[in-house]
């Protein structure tokens, strides 16, 4: 089993949606995790972090479920900026985290 | 300020050579991360170290990888010889513990590495 898995898709959704991604990961130590966006060539870049709350920022929203060992992240009101691959990177310790592989989000106008 | 800094952009090299790929982190980060990225097994950890020093590098495919953080400010990732399998972008990301456990990683522009 992958340490973390992320279903690649692409979604192709249109503008105004709402789509949500789901990440499963393996390692139930992991105390933080992270959502990360990636424009085509492009570095990945923060999106946000997980809280075990939940937490909401303008538009996106993440969960995560321990029990369960998965994270989400919703996104609302899709723009075509959003157009992006989204990775789930859950920590593994000493700074170290694990990126999915990561799920394609294409919004069409 | 300067974002994580990655030389060259681009690298074409023939099967056998000798690669070396640079970094220069972001100053005041004492950790820093190789990865390698490609379609089929996604952004892979090759290895980090931290105030210079490797703390882990079990992503290292094989004895033709090797890297090297001489100080705080520069590292090199190199492989000898290259194989046209080691073609992939590779991103060098720095970071600093600061006051949370874990902190975002800040990312280079990424090095694409072909090897024919």
């Known amino acids: 089993r992958k340490e973390v898995e992320q279903d690649p898709g692409p979604f192709n959704v249109p503008e105004g949606a709402t789509v949500a991604f789901n990440c499963t990961y393996s390692n139930s130590a992991s105390q933080s995790f992270f959502w990360y966006r990636q424009d085509c060539r492009k570095e990945p870049k923060l999106l946000m972090s997980v809280y075990s709350s939940g937490n909401e920022d303008g538009r996106f929203t993440a969960q995560l479920n321990r029990a369960s060992q998965y994270i989400s992240l919703l996104i609302r009101d899709s723009k075509l900026s959003d157009s992006a691959t989204y990775l789930c990177?859950?920590?593994?310790?000493?700074?170290?985290?694990?990126f999915g592989t990561g799920t394609k989000l294409q919004v069409i106008p | 300020d300067a974002g994580v800094i990655q030389s060259p952009r681009h690298e074409v090299t023939e099967m056998g050579q000798e690669v070396t790929l640079r970094c220069k982190p972001i100053s005041g980060h004492d950790y820093l991360f190789w990865y390698r990225q490609t379609m089929m097994r996604g952004l892979e950890l090759l290895i980090y170290f931290n105030n210079n020093v490797p703390i882990d590098d079990s992503g290292m495919p094989e004895d033709r990888f090797s890297a090297k953080m001489p100080n705080a400010s520069f590292s090199t990732l190199k492989i000898q010889p290259s194989e046209p399998r080691d073609s992939a972008v590779y991103f060098c990301?720095?970071?600093?513990?600061?006051?949370?456990?874990?902190?975002?990683?800040?990312f280079g522009p990424g090095t694409r590495l072909t090897v024919l």
């Open positions: 990301a720095s970071t600093t513990r600061g006051r949370g456990n874990y902190n975002e990683q800040f």
């Open positions: 990177a859950p920590s593994g310790g000493y700074q170290k985290v694990t």
